[in-house]
């Protein structure tokens, strides 16, 4: 239930929703074309004809030198993963059976464990809403050694 003001307030931004999801789309794009050779992308749903992801989350592998939580360490020391809107990197920290209530039902699960260990999911969808926001973020992880 949204209050009069609110639903206002909605109305208002509705009709900023096909630029939001134009500026999306090329950010994301943006990045994609330019992963570092450390990261790769992972698409692996299909798209009806005619239409275009918006991209929420860019799911990537790394595949650096270093660990893939070192590797996130080493990212907030750049300012990025701090969880602000626009610089964030999501990635599994647990699994279901990790978790003790879970523990009597543990099986190993190697995909779950490789997917918690490999995947990074890098938040498209609050960047600032720029190219340069982009451009800086490619440019900082293409001089790391990571």
């Known amino acids: ?4 003001a609110a ?18 789309i090329e950010n994301a794009e943006y990045f994609l074309s330019r992963l ?14 005619g239409l275009k992801p918006i991209y929420l989350l860019i799911t990537t ?7 893939r939580d070192d590797f996130i360490e ?9 969880g602000l809107p626009g610089q964030n990197v999501g990635y599994y920290k647990k699994l279901l059976y990790d978790n003790p209530i879970f523990s ?7 995909n779950a464990e490789w997917t ?9 969808h609050r960047w600032n809403k720029s190219i340069i926001n982009m451009h800086e973020l490619i440019e900082i992880l293409n001089q790391q050694n990571f």
């Open 74 to 82: 080493n990212l907030k020391g750049l300012g990025i993963s701090l």
């Open 104 to 110: 009597k039902y543990h099986r190993k699960c190697p």
């Open 61 to 67: 592998v790394y595949h650096g030198k270093l660990s």
């Open 36 to 49: 570092p050779k450390f990261l790769s992308s992972v698409y692996s749903f299909p798209v009806p004809n």
């Open 116 to 124: 918690r260990d490999n995947i990074l999911l890098w938040d498209v």
């Open 1 to 4: 239930r949204l209050s009069e």
């Open 7 to 24: 639903a206002a307030f909605g109305r208002v931004q509705l009709t900023k929703l096909d630029r939001f999801n134009e500026i999306q």
